[in-house]
């Protein structure tokens, strides 16, 4: 593994959980005040630390060769795709996407017409998450295309940030109720199903079709370290169904279950991107170093931000 490609997984898996915590924030606000508040502090904290995943992705702008083979490889792509994927556009769109799901961020929580701005940001960050996931992702293999990536892998990170709220939310001193969680431990649970299922049934629709080339980006995931990885990703996602599916909440319930569905992300999103192995300490310093770089700026932003533990200990 490069240096370069060390960076690209911490940026893919950071930047998911930030746009998927901004999607949770927008939901909660449009469903109800009361179902957010527990975990509001944590979303928004997420959320904010989008400028730094900015900044992180520089570097990675002037690797793409090492990254994406269509930099170098562009001959045997069909033309609109061959332009769709020029490196230039390819820039351009990243670079938008990450600006605005910022500014997105940071209006959401200064405006007082939080749902209203819900409804019109999660309008627009639908479609971000869906060409971010192919640009960033399916495009590492540019013959394979499904129209069910997106959806699937933006449901992936919105689970994943989820999971990570209400991990950081159990972990402090003073943690929500757990009646107040109630609904948060049945949506995480929902959504742990529904993400096991829509992944599930993209490698069903290209089964049943018989679809050599869609086929072939299952057969390169199926060496035995693959099969490994991605076998322990679904047994993490069961541990954590089996924890969440009894009725009532209990902290450790909650904090295990969340944990194994952040295990469960990880380990899938790995399998996922087929990192060429990790070949020196560097990668795993430079991996390790990145995350606590983003927990660090998470920590900070939520020392600023308000706690609403007002809100989040009130009776629904």
Excluded at 9 to 22: N, Q
Excluded at 145 to 167: D, R, Y
Excluded at 225 to 239: A, E, F, R, V
């Amino acid at each position: 593994m490069s240096v370069t490609e060390a960076l690209y997984i911490v940026f893919v898996g950071l930047t998911g959980i930030s746009m998927g915590s901004l999607i949770v924030l927008m939901i909660g606000h449009l469903m109800s005040e009361h179902w957010l508040a527990p975990i509001r502090a944590e979303l928004e904290a997420a959320s904010l630390t989008m400028p730094l995943l900015l900044v992180l992705g520089i570097p990675l702008a002037f690797g793409l060769d090492q990254l994406f083979p269509w930099v170098s490889e562009r001959a045997d792509l069909p033309p609109m795709r061959a332009a769709f994927l020029s490196p230039g556009f390819f820039l351009m769109r990243s670079a938008f996407y990450l600006i605005v799901c910022a500014g997105m961020a940071f209006w959401l929580i200064r405006t007082r017409h939080v749902r209203r701005t819900s409804a019109v940001s999660l309008a627009l960050l639908t479609p971000i998450v869906s060409f971010a996931a192919y640009d960033w992702v399916l495009s590492r293999e540019p013959h394979w295309w499904s129209s069910l990536f997106g959806f699937a892998f933006g449901l992936a990170q919105v689970l994943a940030a989820l999971a990570g709220a209400i991990l950081v939310n159990f972990l402090k001193p003073d943690p929500a109720s757990s009646r107040r969680m109630a609904s948060l431990e049945r949506a995480l649970l929902t959504l742990a199903l529904l993400t096991v299922w829509t992944w599930f049934a993209q490698f069903i629709i290209v089964w049943l079709a018989n679809l050599p080339q869609e086929a072939e980006w299952y057969a390169r995931r199926s060496d035995p370290w693959d099969q490994g990885l991605l076998t322990t990703s679904y047994l993490l996602m069961l541990g954590a169904i089996v924890v969440l599916v009894p009725s009532g909440v209990s902290r450790s319930a909650m904090i295990g279950g969340s944990a194994l569905a952040l295990l469960y992300h990880g380990t899938h999103t790995l399998w996922i991107l087929q990192p060429k192995g990790i070949s020196s300490w560097l990668d795993i310093c430079l991996i390790l170093g990145t995350i606590c770089l983003w927990i660090a700026a998470f920590i900070a932003v939520m020392r600023v931000r308000p706690s609403y533990t007002e809100e989040a200990s009130a009776e629904p």
